[in-house]
């Protein structure tokens, strides 16, 4: 690689230096190395979460006496469990302390989640997704995503993930490509749903559609098999009860 570019910054304007934070400077290592190391490829697509949305409501109005926010981070997490398990490839991780020519196939479904501090990017994780419900997940997130923000999430709440969600959902944007963390091998962005003007076969009908964006390692993941997950995604997404299939 050629040298970084070097500039006297302040020959142009007033300059200030500040030092990153320590999870920056954690975070911006791991980053690097996950970016440059993967041969990663994003395939986006949309999911209908028309009805979902509406079921979200439903048991939030339900929920409401008991302060419990059902959110649609924890519908998205049941969703790619229920994915995992189909391609199970997606749950893996290179034997790379082997070799780097087996996959170690993990038997447990840890999904971590991009939180959003003050001091920068943490991803806590959901610990055996498969055996929790909606609400418990619900609460756990938010718990966990309030621990994040205060900066008070420990070591073993952050370690174990075997696949990562990245919601932007409540900010805005329609498309990302999120950076794997690694040893994981695919990590699905989420943006924000909006309504829009689908094609039912006889005329457009308004329907909330939900942007998914997910990024694989090319060493294990193809293509075909990428889009497939997020097919598998977006039927989940649209009727919950094919997980039951
Ligand atoms: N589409 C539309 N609206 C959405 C949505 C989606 N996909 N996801 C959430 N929302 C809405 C919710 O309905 C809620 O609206 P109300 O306040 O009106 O009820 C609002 O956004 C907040 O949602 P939420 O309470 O469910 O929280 P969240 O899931 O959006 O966020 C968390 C939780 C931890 C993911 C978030 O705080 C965060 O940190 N996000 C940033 C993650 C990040 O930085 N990723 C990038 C990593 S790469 O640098």
Redesign the pocket.
Known sequence: LIPWPKVDFAKFGPIERREMSRIKKISGANLTRNAVMIPAVTNHDDADVTELEAFRLQLNKEHEKAGI?V???AFLIKACVAALKKFPEFNSSIDVEGGGDALIYKHYWNIG????TPNG?VVPVIKNADQKGILQISQE?AEL?KKAREGKLSPAEMSGATFTI??????GGRYFT?IINAPEVAILG????RMEPVWDGQQFVPRLM?PLSLTWDHRVIDGAAAARFNAYLGQILADFRRVLL
């Open positions: 926010k959110t649609m981070l989640f991009a939180a959003d990017l997130t995503a990245s919601s932007l959902g409540g900010i999120p989420v943006c924000k749903a939900l």
